[in-house]
């Protein structure tokens, strides 16, 4: 089966860092996605990871451990429009349907 | 910037009416998705399409329907609507690739009165 886990909610200041963890146990591996979804909108696309490390995009990074079904989204310089829901995603297998955590609302705080 | 279109955005309809929800994407991807999410909680996969004339039901059981008879057309019908349907449905697609993420529709809020 699928498990992933998210903390339901944090909470941050405006122009801080916080980072966002993901745990997940899956039958398979083929990458794990990061979505931001603000309230009452679609998700959208954050990043991917399919190696071990760090994924670097402007304010955001990811980061992968294969081997401690693991991940984090790092978020810096925290704007308010940052507050939203961040989902994190995990594809079992090549044509395999991604697997979504029950996501973490996230506020930004002045 | 993703080209995936849903209709009607809100629905308010009347318990034992059927309904049919659109998408259409026009970026050629050959995998579509239904997603339900009530507000503030996850997304759960209803049904799933890898090409034309295929389709799968997904891991939360649904009473919904779909079809996949064109690759740009993934429509999800309703024989009879009920207020336990009450719901935002959620189309995305992606490319074949693995590291292809989803792109999603603005959305349908169903409403069943």
């Known amino acids: 089966g699928q498990n992933i886990d998210q903390p339901t909610e944090m909470t941050a200041t405006e122009g801080a860092i916080v980072q966002i963890n993901c745990t997940y146990q899956?039958?398979?591996?083929?990458?794990l996605f990061w979505y931001q979804q603000h309230a009452g909108e679609a998700p959208t696309f954050l990043s991917y990871?399919?190696?071990?490390g760090l994924e670097e995009k402007g304010r955001f990074s990811s980061f992968l451990s294969r081997s401690k079904g693991y991940s984090y989204l790092l978020l810096k310089e925290l704007q308010m429009k940052d507050s939203a829901s961040y989902l994190c995603?995990?594809?079992?297998?090549?044509?395999?349907?991604?697997?979504f955590g029950d996501g973490t609302t996230l506020t930004v705080k002045p | 910037e993703a080209d995936i279109y849903q209709t009607p955005r809100y629905l308010v309809i009347g318990t034992g009416k059927k309904i049919t929800l659109e998408c259409s994407q026009t970026?050629?991807?050959?995998?579509m998705y239904w997603y339900q999410q009530d507000p503030g909680m996850e997304l759960h996969l209803i049904h799933y399409s890898y090409g034309v004339n295929s389709t799968e039901k997904g891991d939360l059981s649904s009473e919904s329907t779909v079809s996949r008879i064109r690759t740009e057309h993934f429509p999800l019908t309703l024989e009879s609507a009920r207020p336990s349907h009450t719901s935002q449905y959620l189309c995305?697609?992606?490319?074949?690739?693995?590291?292809?993420?989803?792109?999603f529709g603005n959305g349908t809020r169903l409403t069943v009165t």
């Open positions: 970026m050629g991807h050959d995998k």
């Open positions: 995603a995990v594809r079992p297998t090549n044509a395999g349907k991604s697997t």
């Open positions: 995305a697609s992606s490319e074949g690739k693995g590291n292809s993420p989803l792109h």
């Open positions: 990871n399919v190696l071990d």
């Open positions: 899956t039958s398979g591996f083929n990458g």
